[in-house]
Structures are given as C-alpha cells and as structure tokens.
C-alpha cells in the first residue's frame, strides 16, 4: 500500500467512538492519502511493504484529532474593552446599553466597516485559534442585524478559508439582537428575517446553518420557532443560544426543531437535558462568557451526563461577553468551573465539536476515510491538554494532510 504521510512512533488519541475513553493507542501509527486518514492503529498491524513518500518520526508524541471550536463570534469590528473597564467600576448591563454599549455597539462598527477590514480584524483571532491546534470553526454573524450587512459578515467568514488552511463553518444569526432601526418591535424584525434576510442567505449560500438568542432580553420561543420553521423549509439545520440567563425552555425548543446544538445552558433543568438527548441536540458550554460576565449558575454538567447527552465546548470569541481567543485555555475553564472530565474536555473540542457542526462524517475523530485533521503534541499525557494554563505545547498542526 503506498501513502502520502505516515507519523510513527506515536501515542494516538482516536476519539473514535467504537473505543473506550480517548481511544488510545500505544506504540501507534496514522497514515494518510489525498489528505485523508488511510491507516490508523497500532504500528505493528500496518502492512508489511508499505511504502510513503514522507515517513515522519513522532518520537512518542502524541497525536490527537484537530481542534474544533464550533462557537464563535470570531468576525467583528472593533472591540468593546472600553465596556470592560465600566462593567468592573459597577455598570450594569442596563448603563451600558443606554450609553450605547451592548451588541448596539459591535452592530454600528460592523455597519461602518467594509469586508476587507472584517477579513483582516478577523485574522489574528483565527491565527491564535489556529497556534493551538484548530483546523476547524465556526463564525456566526449576528452583528450587521440587515441583510446588507449580515451577507457581509458571512461572506468575511468565507473568505477565512482562503486566507488560512482551515475549515470554516457559517451560521447565520439574524436574530441575534434587535436593530437600532426596529424602534423596539421584535416582531415586525422577525417578520423581515422570515421574508427577507434569511431567504437572501440561503439564496445566496451564505450560511450552512441558523441561529437564534432565545432570551427574555432578545427573542422569544414563539419568535425563534418561526425563524427555525423558515430555515427547516429552505433546508438550513439550526442551533440556538439557549438558557443562558433564564429558563425559557430553550433546550426543549432546540429538540423540537432537532438542532445540531444548544449552546450555553446555564439555566437547563431536568426536562431540557431529557429533550437534548432524545432530539441527539449536542450541548456547547461556554466557559469563557460565564467567567467573563462572572455567571454564579453553572450549566447542568451532572444532568447532560446522566441524561447521555453529548456535550461540546468552544470559546465563544466574541467582543462583548468573551473575548477569548484560546481553546486550550476554554478546555481548563470547563474542567475547573464546570467540572466536565478530561475526556469529556478533549472529547468536548474534537469529536463532539464536529458533531455540534454536523461534520461527524468528515472530522473530530482519527478515523479511517476522515480527513486528515491532526494536531501532534510535546506532552506526556492528555491531561495536560486541560491542565496547562496560558501555555501551547503544540508540535504541528495537519489540515487535511498537509
């Protein structure tokens, strides 16, 4: 059998799913083709005779799936640091919003910027992101609120792809907030997503999936159900920011239309975790937005697991509520404030990452016919994946085998 690559002499954790814990393998070896995993095993099982064009010496490190942080913010104008230091001399949410601060904010600098300064804001959050490891993510909009620039900022997250070796994923988050020029009306701006802005996105190719804030602040269940009943007829799978401050019954809401993900959780109780599961929903934890707005409720860890819903962490980049740029630091953050496992924190960024996507069939395990996604590491062990902080003990990082 001729390869492209073979690494030897390496420690793989698979992720693959048919495996107890991590999948690891000992004394192990990955072989890969037309950027794709062609062998992946115990070294001694790959066949006599095979011949590579590179054989790559991994000296016993260890090669896990590439990252995947599949929440994020990550295209935006500006920043809001300047709310940052209001929110730590006692502003509340409600100062910061009659000032003009909040998403209104990162609305108006994302109007007044052009594409090309979206692409280029945007590359040094992905090229940190990319320094640890991640091969793919996903850029939700959610800061143009028309259709204008909603198609801006999606086409800006496109274009990251041709800009760096990485998969990106879109998601399409009209109902994010409501715009400056709504005047308050949250229906009639739902009205204008349903008939205008999301038809266009898809039209347009924009967007692989959509979400939707569900919160006594931004959308109701009943306004949120109508954007994910126009996005299951144009063929677009949906994800919703839910429970994150109250209980709306967001997790129950995101079953119903079978979504990919629930993302934050904070506020899920017994009934949503038993509707995450049923529906396969996967659960994305954010850590960084709970630390970062000094959340004291938790998400409902105890619950998902007991209830076998699969759970997913990210950094949910974005200017206003987590400013984070680091999955590895996100990783440490769900085991110490949320009380997730190592497994479940390595698991959380790669296997069920992809499955928070959609891309199960294609990433986030070291499978045979996956693609080639691979981040090899100077560590001794997995754990100290989640237990280093502010440290990157990255070797190289593979997309799709190069």
Request: with cysteine; net charge negative; hydrophobic share 50%.
């Amino acid at each position: 059998m001729r390869y492209d690559r073979v690494w030897l002499d390496a420690r793989l954790a698979t992720l693959n799913p048919a495996l107890p814990g991590l999948g690891e393998v000992e004394h192990g070896a990955l072989a890969t083709l037309n950027g794709r995993i062609a062998f992946v095993g115990a070294a001694a099982d790959l066949l006599a005779g095979s011949d590579a064009v590179e054989c790559i010496p991994c000296d016993g490190r260890w090669i896990t799936p590439g990252l995947i942080d599949c929440h994020t913010h990550l295209v935006h104008a500006g920043n809001r640091a300047n709310e940052f230091a209001m929110r730590l001399a006692g502003a509340t949410y409600e100062q910061l919003a009659r000032a003009g601060g909040g998403i209104v904010a990162s609305v108006k600098a994302l109007r007044a910027a052009s594409g090309d300064e979206l692409v280029r804001q945007a590359l040094p959050r992905l090229d940190a992101l990319i320094g640890e490891g991640v091969t793919t993510i996903e850029v939700k909009s959610g800061y143009g609120l028309d259709l204008e620039n909603e198609a801006k900022a999606l086409a800006a997250a496109r274009r990251l792809e041709g800009e760096r070796r990485v998969t990106v994923r879109t998601t399409f988050l009209g109902a994010h907030a409501l715009p400056p020029e709504a005047n308050g009306d949250t229906g009639r701006y739902i009205d204008t997503i349903v008939a205008e802005i999301l038809p266009a996105i898809a039209a347009a190719g924009l967007a692989d999936a959509v979400d939707a804030f569900c919160e006594s602040i931004a959308f109701s269940p009943l306004e949120v159900a109508r954007v994910f009943s126009a996005a299951k007829s144009l063929g677009l799978p949906v994800k919703l920011h839910a429970d994150q401050l109250s209980n709306l019954g967001g997790a129950a809401l995101a079953a119903e239309f079978g979504a990919l993900s629930a993302d934050h959780l904070e506020h899920t109780d017994a009934a949503g975790a038993a509707a995450l599961a049923g529906a396969g929903t996967v659960a994305v934890l954010l850590p960084g937005a709970y630390y970062f707005i000094r959340a004291t409720t938790p998400p409902p860890v105890a619950l998902f697991r007991g209830h076998g819903v699969k759970m997913a962490v990210a950094t949910d980049n974005n200017p206003g509520t987590s400013p984070l740029t680091s999955l590895l630091l996100a990783m440490n953050m769900a085991a110490t404030l949320f009380g997730m496992t190592i497994a479940e924190c390595i698991a959380g960024t790669t296997r069920e990452a992809a499955r928070a996507l959609g891309l199960s069939a294609e990433t986030g395990s070291l499978e045979v016919s996956k693609w080639a996604d691979l981040a090899i590491w100077n560590i001794e062990r997995p754990a100290e994946l989640v237990y280093h902080m502010g440290f990157n003990p990255l070797l190289r990082r593979i997309w799709r085998g190069q």
